[in-house]
Every structure is written in structure tokens, then in C-alpha cells.
Nanobody, 126 residues
């Protein structure tokens, strides 16, 4: 059974930074893409960032230049460094893994990812 466990969420002031971590345990064929989604109160879930095993990254426009996704495959971990946070970034952040190979898919679509974590709360105060 595959499990994803996020950590690193919390309360931060606007302009501050947080670094989220996610550890993947259990058997997956390959963690081909690893990334993050988020869901704010009363809003739909939205894509944040994803990273292919080879290093290719893809970001939502709303976080480009502020957030950085990275991964450590030796530890089956994915990270999200979040800088210049603003209240609009307040949400539950979910770690995701896509085990299927291939690069031709809609990277911002949640159904394209096979495994999800339980989420970690990030709250940015103004």
C-alpha cells in the first residue's frame, strides 16, 4: 500500500517562507512525477507544481517565481519551498505522485495523479 505523508505546514506572516516535505512509502512502480496541489476553503482544488524524475518542472502561474519544487528520489521525497507567501496561498497542500510513465498528459489535472497525501495546512496571515 502506497502512503504519502506531508509535513512542514503551519502559520506564517505574509512575505514569509515555508518548506513542505512529503515522504512516499510503500511500493510504486516509479514515482515518475511528484508534485503538489492545494485547496483553499470554499474553493476547488488547484494545481501548484510538479516535477518529473529527470528534473523537468511545471508550475501554476500563480506560484511561478515564488515556489520551487524539488525531489530526492533516494529518499522518495518531494519538497515545496514557498517564498513570498501571501494570504491567497492559504490552503491545505497535498502531495501527489504519478506512477504512470509518459509525459503527454495534462499536468495540472488532479485525476492524472495516482496517489495523494492527507494534506498539510498552510495559513498565511496578513
Amino acid at each position: 500500500q502506497v502512503q504519502l505523508a506531508e509535513s512542514g505546514g503551519g502559520l506564517v506572516q505574509a512575505g514569509g517562507s515555508l518548506n513542505l516535505s512529503c515522504t512516499v512509502s510503500g511500493r510504486t512502480k516509479t514515482n515518475y512525477y511528484m508534485g503538489w496541489f492545494r485547496q483553499a476553503p470554499g474553493k476547488e482544488r488547484e494545481f501548484v507544481a510538479t516535477m518529473q524524475w529527470s528534473g523537468f518542472t511545471y508550475y501554476a502561474d500563480s506560484v511561478k517565481g515564488r515556489f520551487t519544487v524539488s525531489r530526492d528520489d533516494s529518499k522518495s521525497m518531494v519538497f515545496l519551498q514557498m517564498n513570498s507567501l501571501n494570504p491567497e496561498d492559504t490552503a491545505v497542500y497535498y502531495c501527489v505522485v504519478r506512477g504512470r510513465t509518459g509525459n503527454y498528459f495534462t499536468k495540472s489535472l488532479g485525476t492524472e495523479y495516482d496517489y495523494w497525501g492527507q494534506g498539510t495546512q498552510v495559513t498565511v496571515s496578513s
